[in-house]
T-cell receptor, first 114, second 115 residues
């Protein structure tokens, strides 16, 4: 059974702080990793994708991937109240170029306090 | 910016009735997907579709479910005889697929309520 695990939270951080969200996955052959943000009652909205070990930065967001440890993380710098949402980690267990399904974690609920 | 659209936003039906959920994927995308999310639970894959046929499906996607691309723009999910446990948000997604890219973009969802 291929699984993606996340701490459900809630994770509460003050405005302006760094929020750190973590995710582990079970399928060692997984190739593609995604972070989505989901506001209550809304659909998943893509934040970042990452395919290679190391860090990938996009604005206030940094995704980190460690395939040896089967671990993906998302850092949000200068957190804002508008970042308050559930963050979903998703893994595509297919090989490069395959259009396999996404396996989602349950999500971590982030609350940014003004 | 192109986006996936879905209709209706909310569908209420009686148990045993057939429902059709509609999606218009991003226009130049090649791969289409349906996911569902039961309230308070994780997003679950149902089916993927490429080149006018199902490429992968989960154990949730049983004989009560079917998908179709009736024309060049729409992608539909049909549930033949709805059950109470089919109540969920249903999300359509699409991906480009060219150059090995597999990022999936989600539509706003259809909330299905089975009474």
């Amino acid at each position: 059974q291929k699984e993606v695990e996340q701490n459900s939270g809630p994770l509460s951080v003050p405005e302006g702080a760094i929020a750190s969200l973590n995710c582990t996955y079970s399928d060692r052959g997984s190739q593609s990793f995604f972070w989505y943000r989901q506001y209550s009652g809304k659909s998943p909205e893509l934040i970042m994708s990452i395919y290679s070990n190391g860090d990938k930065e996009d604005g206030r967001f940094t995704a980190q991937l460690n395939k040896a440890s089967q671990y993906v993380s998302l850092l949000i710098r200068d957190s804002q109240p508008s970042d308050s949402a559930t963050y979903l980690c998703a893994v595509n267990p297919g090989y490069g170029g395959s259009q396999g399904n996404l396996i989602f974690g349950k999500g971590t609920k982030l609350s940014v306090k003004p | 910016e192109p986006e996936v659209t879905q209709t209706p936003s909310h569908q209420v039906t009686q148990m045993g009735q057939e429902v059709i959920l509609r999606c218009v994927p991003i226009s130049n995308h090649l791969y289409f997907y349906w996911y569902r999310q039961i309230l308070g639970q994780k997003v679950e894959f149902l089916v993927s579709f490429y080149n006018n046929e199902i490429s992968e499906k989960s154990e949730i996607f049983d004989d009560q479910f079917s998908v179709e691309r009736p024309d060049g723009s729409n992608f539909t999910l049909k549930i033949r005889s709805t059950k109470l446990e089919d109540s969920a948000m249903y999300f359509c997604a699409s991906s480009d697929g060219r150059g090995g890219t597999d990022t999936q973009y989600f539509g706003p969802g259809t909330r299905l309520t089975v009474l």
